[in-house]
């Protein structure tokens, strides 16, 4: 089964971060980063701008690398890169803040970088920021650490936890990991994630808390910001906070039967660089003193937790990318470049795939009649019964409005792609209940082959289809017509009619 654009971009993001992640120094890191981002990308030259200097490039001699062109992309004040032995090839790059800001750039030859190929990008470049931190994070954890054996703990924690979050396990159980492992390598009664509130931003969410007891239960619990005042201060600051002395006995910590509150230490954690809120350890200690090796370990755990953050919601935005908000199937964007690669193996087999698309007959009346809400459990009900008259390895998607697409991705020629119009028309003359009312709606189909090694053209087939759907409806609304390119562009294409 192809692989979607999608998916692959997902894969692509994991590999480079479990390549990257693995680097042992900042040198390897970034050399690592350019020679998978040009790979993913297909890009004649990937290179990683630091200060005003390229730092590592793909794509030119020893050496050789236009640092004054590569910055000027960086940028944005040049908007093309000259490769020798290439030419002038587009350009795109991401930057990222932090500790030490940088840049990612790529250029290649031919089509401009699409949207979402620029989206893939940015995400490389945050995952490379996020490692560079953490490498220089682990670096001054070394330098720092008295004790090997709390170092090789810290490590063993940390990989563990880049591990899991390259294996993508649930999000939910990489951050109970990272609370306990901070209560563990810090030695605090407790740890406590708070993010920010989605709906109300003053307020904040435990995501994940941890005692001597283990997981603290009731995650689903909410502060007011000003009383967790450590993470307040540690999303305010952008940066680790630390309080020491008898603090408040006001800081949520309370809230776990613990306190008062002698000293306190938060740090930021972030979604895609936007501060989202802060991981907090707390201790009763009145002698409870944080070291700067402390500092570095907590900043390490938060790093972590900006990686899982950012790494499941870009998936989840990848996701809502791909697919249609209202009924879950496929989008019209990720239709056409399933289309496109199933076209492409079909030519290379000599194989056909079939395209027909709906239109639904009353749609209009009863939107107007009865509300949007009512159209769009018509739109509902209708995506389910699309997809439950598909075969393995089909594809459904809503193109907009009342308009869908369903691509058969092998059919043994006109009357197997019929048969499935018919089922689909079939199903779709049968009443719905929407809205407390039973309603006939019914759909016109249009179906469309491709042309075994005929090098199809996807849009011209999805056209073809439109079209024959339109014949259907002229003809007999409730029906299906097969396209036929030698037929008259007056007369209609073979019509099918399906009754309840």
């Given amino acids: 089964m192809p692989v979607s654009a999608e998916s692959l971009h997902i894969q692509q993001l994991v590999e480079l971060m479990a390549v990257v992640s693995s680097s042992t120094d900042e040198a390897s890191a970034v050399q690592h980063a350019v020679e998978r981002s040009a790979q993913a990308l297909e890009a004649e030259v990937a290179a990683v701008v630091f200060e005003g200097k390229v730092a590592a490039s793909i794509g030119f001699p020893l050496g050789a690398a236009p640092n004054d062109d590569i910055v000027a992309v960086s940028l944005h004040e040049q908007d093309w890169l000259e490769v020798p032995g290439v030419g002038r090839c587009c350009v795109a790059a991401a930057a990222w803040e932090g500790s030490k800001p940088g840049h990612l750039v790529l250029a290649r030859w031919g089509e401009p970088f699409a949207i979402e190929e620029q989206n893939l990008i940015r995400g490389m470049a945050r995952l490379l920021e996020l490692t560079l931190t953490m490498l220089r994070t682990l670096a001054a954890e070394q330098s720092i650490r008295e004790s090997l054996q709390e170092r090789q703990r810290l ?59 283990g997981i603290l239960p009731g995650s689903a619990l909410t502060a007011d910001l000003a009383d967790a005042a450590t993470a307040l201060q ?96 496929a989008s019209r964007r990720l239709f056409m470049e399933q289309l496109t690669q199933r076209l492409a193996m079909a030519d290379a087999e000599g194989a056909t795939v079939a395209v027909l698309f709906l239109d639904l007959d009353r749609f209009k009346d009863i939107n107007d009649t009865l509300g949007h809400a009512a159209g769009d459990q018509l739109l509902t009900v209708t995506a389910d019964r699309i997809a439950a008259q598909l075969r393995a390895g089909d594809l459904a998607s809503r193109f907009g409005g009342d308009e869908f697409a369903v691509m058969l991705h092998r059919v043994d020629g006109p009357r197997d792609a019929s048969a499935v119009a018919a089922r689909i028309a079939a199903a779709l003359a049968k009443p719905m209940h929407v809205a407390h009312q039973r309603l006939r709606v019914g759909a016109s189909v249009g179906v469309a082959l491709s042309t075994p090694g005929g090098r199809t053209d996807p849009v011209e087939l999805v056209g073809h289809a439109d079209l024959a759907m339109y014949q259907a409806k002229r003809a007999d609304a409730g029906g299906y017509s097969l396209y036929d390119a030698a037929a008259p562009a007056h007369q209609d294409p073979r019509p099918g009619t399906v009754r309840a």
């Fill in 234 to 329: 540690a999303i305010t600051a952008g940066d680790v906070v630390v309080r020491q002395g008898g603090i408040a006995a006001t800081e949520a910590v309370t809230r776990f039967g613990r306190g008062p509150v002698c000293a306190a230490m938060g740090a930021p954690v972030h979604d895609s660089g936007v501060v989202t809120g802060a991981l907090v350890v707390a201790s009763c200690d009145k002698d409870r003193v944080y070291e700067e090796s402390d500092v570095q370990t907590l900043r390490a755990f938060a790093q972590n937790v900006s990686l899982a953050l950012t790494d499941a919601n870009t998936v989840v935005r990848m996701q809502q990318a791909h697919h249609d908000a209202l009924t879950g199937l």
């Fill in 155 to 213: 490590l063993e924690h940390l990989f563990t936890i880049q591990r899991a979050i390259a294996r993508r396990d649930d999000l939910q159980q990489i951050l109970d990991t990272i609370t306990l492992a901070a209560r563990d390598l810090l030695g605090d009664e407790i740890s406590l994630l708070w993010l920010r509130d989605e709906d109300d931003t003053e307020r904040a969410r435990l995501a994940s808390g941890a005692d001597a007891t």
